[in-house]
C-alpha cells in the first residue's frame, strides 16, 4: 500500500481536472431528434434520438448543437444555453402552437448564442401563441425558418419578439425566412430595460398579411439604442405598417435602414414616429398599394435616398424629404 | 520512389537482363514499384458516401458499405473524387490533401464539431488541388475551441451553403502558404458568432490570390467580419464581395490592409450591407497597397462609417451610390470615382 498510495494520488490527480472538464451531467455536445424513432428517455445520440426538441435541449451540452433527423412535429422549445438547432433539408421540423404558449422562448445569459435553421413554427387555433419570443442572450441567428398562423388573445399572435429585457448588446439575424398570417404583427423588436444595445440585421425576409405590422422596431420603453438593417425583404398585406421605427423623448434612438426592399398594399408603406430619434431611410425600395400612406413621418425623422419607386398608393404617392447617396 | 526509372527504355534494359537471377528479382522489383507509382496507393473510388446511420471507416465507402467519417471517405477517394454525405449527423474534422469534392445536399445536418483547438476542416493541396465544399457545418462546441477552416495550400477552394460558427478563433482563414495563384469562392454561407475574424483572407507567399464571396452573412464575430490583409505576403490580393451583410461584429465589418513592401491588396465591395459593427463599416487600415471601393451598399449603425488614412491617394472609393445614414459619425461622405 505504501507504493500504492502515491498511485492512486496520481491518478486523482489525473482524473481530478477531467472530471472538472466534463459537464455537470452526461450530456452530450451533439444530439439528434426524431419523429420517426424518438424517445426523450433516450440520452440523444445518433443511434438512439430523442423525441422532443426541450428533450434533446436538455441532454445537450452549452455551445452544442441538436440535428433533426426527419420530418415531423417536435414541440415547443425553451433554450437557455448556447445551441444550434438545424434541419437541412429533411423535411419539415415544425412546433404547433396553442394555448397561449410560446413556440421557441430563448431566455438565455449576456454570452448565449443561439442559431435556428431550417424550422416552422405554426399557430394551430385553441388559444394561439407567440412564435418565437427573445427575452435574453447575446445573439440569436435565425435563417430558413417560418413563422405563420399565430393568433389568440392580447399579448399574443406575434410571429417573432426581440424584446429583451436586461440592459445590453443584442443581435439578431433574420434571413429567408418567412413571417406570415399572424394576427397580430410579423416582427418586432422592443426591448425593456436601460441602456439597451440592439444590433438587428435582417436579409431576405418575407412578412406577409399580419393583422398589425410587417416588421416594426421600437426603443419607447427603454433608453440606449436600437439600430436595425433590412435588406431584400418584403412586406405586404399586413394590416398597419410594412416597416416602422418608433420611439419616444427619453427613448431609446431607434433605426431603421431599408435598402432593395419592398412593402406593399398595407395600410401605410412605412412610417417614424413619435420623436426625432426613431429614424428611418429608404434606399431603392418600392412602396406600392398601399391604402393609406405612402408613409406616415409622425413625428419621426423619415427619409428617402430619392431612388425609391412609390406609386399606386391612395395618398397620391407624395415625395418623402430626401438624403443623398454617398 | 519519385527517382526510380521508370521510362519504358530503362524497364526494356531490365527485361533484356532478366536471364540473369540477380538481375531478374530486380527487374521485378522494378516492374512492382512502378506499377504501384502509377496506380492508387489502395483500391481508391472517384465516388465515395458517407453516413452517420451505418458508416464505417473499415468500409471501402461505396454506396452500400459507405464510410463513417470525412477523413476515412477522403482518405480513399481517388484525387479529383466526390464524397457524398447520406445522412445527417457529425462526420468530424478532416484534412484534405488532394483535388475532392465534399458534397450534402440537403440530406440533413452534415457537420464537424470543433474544440481542443483543432481545426474543422484544412486544406492543404498541391498548386493544382480543387477543392468543393457544399452544406457543410463546421461549429465550435467550447471545451478549448478552435478554428473553423484553415487553408493553406492548393489551386482553388469554392465553397456553397455552409455554416463556420461559434467557433473560439476564426471562421475562414484563407492563407495559402505557396506562391502562386489562389482561388477562393464562399456563397450562401453563414460565419457568425465566432471569437476572432469570420473570413480571414491572410496569404503568407508571393501570391495571385483571386476571392470571390457572395451572398455570405458575417454576423456577430468578435473582430472584422471580413478582412484582407496583405501585410505578410507579396504579389496581389484581390477580393469581390457581393450581395452580402456583414452586421453586429466587434471589430470592422469589411476591411482592407496591407503596407509599403508587400501584396497589393484590394476590396470591391457591391451590392451589400456593414451594419451595427462595433468599430467601423468599411474600412482601409493600412497606410499604402490597400484599396477599398464600395457601391450600392450600405453602411448604417456603425460608430464609424468608414476609414481610411489620408496621404495615400484615395485608397477608399465609393461610386456615389451608397446608402450611408444612422452612424456615429454623422455619416461622411468618402471620396468618389465616377460610375461609368
Not at chain 2, 477552394?157 to 482563414?173: A, E, K, P, S, Y
Not at chain 2, 464575430?221 to 501585410?231: F, R, Y
Not at chain 2, 477580393?239 to 471589430?251: H, L, P
Not at chain 2, 451590392?271 to 497597397?289: D, E, F, P, Q, Y
Amino acid at each position: 500500500m505504501t507504493k500504492l498510495s502515491p498511485l492512486l494520488a496520481l491518478t486523482a490527480i489525473l482524473l481530478g481536472p477531467l472530471v472538472a472538464a466534463a459537464p455537470a451531467q452526461a450530456q452530450l455536445s451533439r444530439t439528434f431528434v426524431s419523429a420517426a424513432s424518438g424517445n426523450d428517455a433516450n440520452n440523444c445520440d445518433r443511434p438512439t434520438p430523442c423525441r422532443t426538441f426541450q428533450g434533446a435541449h436538455d441532454k445537450t451540452n452549452d455551445q452544442g448543437e441538436i440535428t433533426v433527423l426527419d420530418s415531423g412535429g417536435y414541440g415547443a422549445v425553451t433554450i437557455t444555453k448556447s445551441i444550434s438547432i438545424v434541419n437541412d433539408g429533411v423535411g419539415e421540423a415544425s412546433i404547433l402552437v396553442s394555448g397561449g404558449a410560446t413556440g421557441i422562448a430563448i431566455t438565455g445569459g449576456a454570452s448565449t448564442s443561439v442559431n435556428l435553421r431550417g424550422l416552422t413554427v405554426q399557430g394551430i387555433g385553441f388559444g394561439g401563441g407567440n412564435g418565437l419570443v427573445f427575452n435574453g442572450g447575446l445573439s440569436l441567428t435565425v435563417t430558413k425558418c417560418v413563422f405563420r398562423n399565430l393568433d389568440g388573445a392580447a399579448g399574443f399572435g406575434t410571429g417573432v419578439a426581440f424584446s429583451p429585457a436586461v440592459g445590453g448588446t443584442h443581435n439578431l439575424f433574420i434571413s429567408d425566412s418567412v413571417v406570415a398570417d399572424n394576427s397580430n404583427s410579423g416582427i418586432i423588436a422592443f426591448p425593456t430595460g436601460t441602456g439597451q444595445d440592439i444590433r438587428i440585421a435582417v436579409k431576405r425576409v418575407q412578412m406577409l398579411r399580419n393583422g398589425v405590422d410587417g416588421i416594426a422596431v421600437g426603443g419607447g420603453s427603454t433608453t440606449g439604442s436600437i439600430n436595425a438593417a433590412v435588406s431584400d425583404s418584403l412586406s405586404a398585406n399586413n394590416a398597419r405598417f410594412g416597416f416602422g421605427a418608433v420611439s419616444v423623448a427619453n427613448g431609446a434612438t431607434t433605426s431603421l435602414m431599408m435598402l432593395r426592399s419592398v412593402s406593399a398594399n398595407n395600410s401605410t408603406g412605412v412610417t417614424a414616429g413619435i420623436d426625432p430619434r426613431a429614424r428611418l431611410w429608404i434606399g431603392q425600395s418600392a412602396i406600392s398599394g398601399n391604402t393609406l400612406h405612402t408613409w406616415f413621418a409622425d413625428g419621426g425623422t423619415l427619409q428617402s435616398f430619392g431612388d425609391n419607386a412609390m406609386v399606386g398608393n391612395a395618398d397620391g404617392n407624395p415625395a418623402l424629404p430626401t438624403i443623398a447617396m454617398k | 520512389m519519385s527517382r526510380l526509372p521508370c521510362d519504358g527504355a530503362t524497364i526494356v534494359k531490365w527485361r533484356a537482363a532478366m536471364t540473369k537471377r540477380t538481375a531478374w528479382l530486380a527487374a521485378l522489383a522494378l516492374v512492382l514499384a512502378c506499377g504501384v507509382q502509377t496506380a492508387p496507393a489502395q483500391a481508391q473510388l472517384s465516388r465515395t458516401f458517407v453516413s452517420a446511420a451505418s458508416g464505417n471507416d473499415a468500409n471501402n465507402c461505396d454506396r452500400p458499405t459507405p464510410c463513417r467519417t470525412f477523413q476515412g471517405a477522403h482518405d480513399k477517394t481517388n484525387d479529383q473524387g466526390e464524397i457524398t454525405v447520406l445522412d445527417p449527423g457529425g462526420y468530424g474534422g478532416v484534412t484534405i490533401t488532394k483535388s475532392i469534392s465534399i458534397v450534402n445536399d440537403s440530406v440533413g445536418e452534415a457537420s464537424t464539431l470543433v474544440s481542443g483547438g483543432a481545426t474543422g476542416i484544412t486544406v492543404s493541396g498541391g498548386p493544382g488541388t480543387y477543392v468543393n465544399l457544399r452544406g457543410i457545418t463546421v461549429q465550435g462546441i467550447g471545451f478549448g475551441g478552435g478554428t473553423g477552416l484553415v487553408f493553406t495550400g492548393g489551386f482553388s477552394l469554392t465553397i456553397t451553403n455552409g455554416v463556420f460558427r461559434n467557433l473560439t478563433g476564426h471562421g475562414v482563414v484563407f492563407g495559402p502558404t505557396v506562391a502562386g495563384p489562389a482561388n477562393l469562392s464562399v456563397s450562401d454561407t453563414i460565419v457568425a458568432d465566432n471569437g476572432n475574424i469570420g473570413i480571414f483572407v491572410v496569404p503568407h507567399a508571393n501570391v495571385t490570390a483571386r476571392v470571390v464571396i457572395d451572398a455570405v452573412k458575417l454576423l456577430n464575430n468578435s473582430n472584422d467580419g471580413l478582412a484582407v490583409d496583405g501585410q505578410i505576403a507579396t504579389g496581389t490580393i484581390n477580393a469581390s464581395v457581393t450581395n452580402s451583410v456583414s452586421a453586429n461584429n466587434g471589430g470592422t465589418g469589411f476591411s482592407v490592409f496591407s503596407s509599403a513592401n508587400t501584396a497589393k491588396s484590394s476590396l470591391t465591395l457591391i451590392r451589400s450591407v456593414a451594419a451595427n459593427n462595433k468599430l467601423i463599416g468599411v474600412g482601409v487600415l493600412s497606410l499604402a497597397n490597400a484599396s477599398l471601393w464600395v457601391g450600392q451598399s450600405s453602411i448604417t449603425g456603425n460608430p464609424t462609417s468608414w476609414s481610411a488614412p489620408n496621404g495615400n491617394g484615395t485608397p477608399l472609393l465609393s461610386f456615389g451610390d451608397n446608402y450611408i445614414a444612422g452612424n456615429g459619425d454623422g455619416d461622411p461622405a468618402p471620396p468618389t470615382i465616377a460610375r461609368k
